[in-house]
């Protein structure tokens, strides 16, 4: 067994946490699984994995070591494939994170039609609408709406997502329908966290040139975009939202929601592919990139995307 398959190795049990789950899916004995570890730990003289009876956890050590090990292996890959024919099948393992939306509303059911494409590719999809830390998470790309914070991540543009102001029939009966943004002043706003324990800056709106926030009441705050949604349908306040969001869960053509303040939307939202800075991006990642931009791109042309 040469290194490069003992790194693998060890790149799966640390993934999977277990030793005989990393077994399987490599075709491999438990026993050969085992005594590659012991003997990768041997050669580098450290510990990089805590057995106890009831898990496998990486070491500080072994944390460090996996992401070196990782980088490697990818940067071997794109040597690889630096001496193969366009257009050849993906495989290895891919780990991205997007918004539950985006994942269920798009990706997933366009995945199947690409997987059938690179049936050695494997794709863990976390869906949250909590912000991953990319590196220490272990992640190899992440979707973003929104504002990006500076980092070292690299960004891809995808689009800007046209943004719309809605109440919900039922709010608007019991409150009236906002004409002005001093209007704002006796109405509630359904507010957006992804963490909990404060509150967004308020109502957001742009002249085109420059966006303003206006703080606002709100009797509710959220941290996920379906209970974001549902808020403003049980009429608990106004909300702010992509307009291809509300188009495919047709809210505005079935009256559940209706627009208000057209003129007072907030800015575009802008949408990125971030990923970790590096010499070489494994064809494995940059081949998932561009598909992932080819699926999204034209949603961005038709007004606006899920956040």
Known sequence: MNQLDTLRIFQRVAELASFSGAARQLGLPNASVSLAIQQLEQMLGTRLLQRTTRRVQLTADGEAFYRRSKELLDDFESLRAMFHAGGQALSGRLRVDMSSAMAREVVLPALPAFLERHPQ???ELSASDRRVDLVAEGFDCVLRTGTLDDSSLVAR?????????CASPAYLKRYGTPRTLDDLAHHKLVHYRQVLGGRSPGWEWSDGKQTYLLPM?????VNSTETYYAACQAGLGLIQLPLVGARKRKLLDGGRVVEVLPQYRPAPMPINILYASRRHVPARLAGFMDWLHELIFPLTQEGGMLT
């Open 217 to 221: 009441a709100g009797s509710v705050t």
């Open 121 to 123: 590719l494997e794709v």
């Open 157 to 165: 543009p995808i689009g800007h997502l046209v943004q719309i102001n």
